[in-house]
Each structure stands twice: as C-alpha cells, then as structure tokens.
C-alpha cells in the first residue's frame, strides 16, 4: 500500500507542443506498484491548456478545483469543480482553463497506453515508465 499527500509528489511542467501553462504530478503509475492503471493530477493556470490530440485509449477525468472547457472535436463544453469526463478512445480532445483561477482535474489511464500512438499533438505527458 501507498499513502502519500500529493504535495509531496513532484509538480512537473508539460513541455509538449499544444500545451500552454500546464503541469502534472504522477500521483500513482506502474512505478508505484499499479498494474493496471495510472493516476494523474494535472494543474492548469488560468488561460493554460493541454493539447488539442486523440489516442487510443479511453481515460477519466474527475474536476477538483476550477472551471474551463473540453473540446469535444470543436465543440467546447463547460467544466466545473465536481464534474466528471469520460473522453472515450480516439475523441479528439483538449481541456482549457477558462476561469480566473488554477484548474486541477484527476486524470486516470491505463498502463496499457505504454508506447501507444498519438494523433495530432502529444498527449500532455508521456505514460510513467
């Protein structure tokens, strides 16, 4: 078992083309033990965003903190702070932060995504070794 605060886990800033002020901590990956799945928490400053990209691989957002916009293709649609995601394998999708203040989303993969293609742009950050 793994119990750790997330300010513990290092704050790293995601230099993918497409992404604008954004940052992730890799809360829990095969690294830690997880066989299956891997946990993210991406932090997105007002204005920020992630790439505009699809892969194939499904993944679940839940929003913490903030407000902004998925890109569903090219249609934008609201997110809050106690909303989830479902981005379904291969949709085209981007988050952005709309609001006035740092939007923080749970991000959650599965470890099958290791070395698997994406299109468009990068995915914000590569699956944790």
Request: aromatic share 4%; glycine share 6%.
């Given at each position: ?17 497409g ?7 890799w ?6 033990g ?25 993944h ?47 991000c959650l ?6 070395n698997?293609?994406i ?11």
């Open positions: 078992m793994k119990v750790v605060s997330t300010s513990a886990v290092p704050l790293q800033d995601v230099h993918m083309e992404t604008k002020n954004c940052q992730v901590r809360l829990l990956s095969r690294t830690d997880a066989p299956n799945f891997a946990m993210r928490l991406f932090e997105i400053q007002p204005g920020g965003h992630t790439p505009l990209h699809n892969h194939p691989y499904e679940e957002i839940f929003v913490l903190e903030g407000e902004g916009e998925v890109m569903e293709g090219e249609n934008p649609r609201r997110i809050k702070s106690g909303d989830v995601v479902l981005v379904e394998s291969d949709d085209i999708h981007q988050f952005r932060n709309t609001g006035s203040t740092t939007m923080k989303f749970l993969i599965p470890n099958s995504a290791d698997r293609p299109a468009q742009r990068p995915e914000c950050s590569n699956v944790a070794q």
